[in-house]
């Protein structure tokens, strides 16, 4: 399993804007470039749903409803991943997951908490 770090959540406006980070782990320097990983969120009483998702061929995915206001990127050097969040609204109040398959092996951060109040 590999551990993976998310940072950048809190509390928020709505319309605000926050950046969240996945931190992967140095064993995986070599691979990160290749490496696909993805953003999941998954509010109260709702079942995990991909939010954004980047390959490693640069083709990125977003989910319909926060098309033009996320954005998933990469830094191969920092070996981290972000997902910019812009005009924020209540209802992207979820606990947020970073996601990569590893050698077969679905692989999940603790989750990070983001909060938008109205």
């Known amino acids: 399993q590999l551990r993976l770090v998310e940072s950048g959540g809190g509390l928020v406006q709505a319309g605000g804007s926050l950046r969240l980070s996945c931190r992967f782990p140095t064993t995986i320097l070599s691979t990160f470039n290749g490496m696909d990983m993805a953003w999941y969120r998954q509010a109260p009483g709702k079942e995990r749903e991909l939010v954004a998702a980047r390959a490693s061929g640069r083709d990125t995915n977003y989910a319909e409803d926060i098309k033009d206001r996320f954005t998933i990127s990469k830094d191969n050097t920092k070996r981290t991943m972000y997902l910019q969040m812009n005009s924020l609204k209540p209802e992207d109040t979820a606990v947020y997951y970073c996601?990569?398959?590893?050698?077969?092996?679905?692989?999940w951060g603790r989750g990070i908490q983001v909060t938008v109040s109205s």
């Open positions: 996601n990569t398959d590893y050698y077969g092996q679905t692989n």
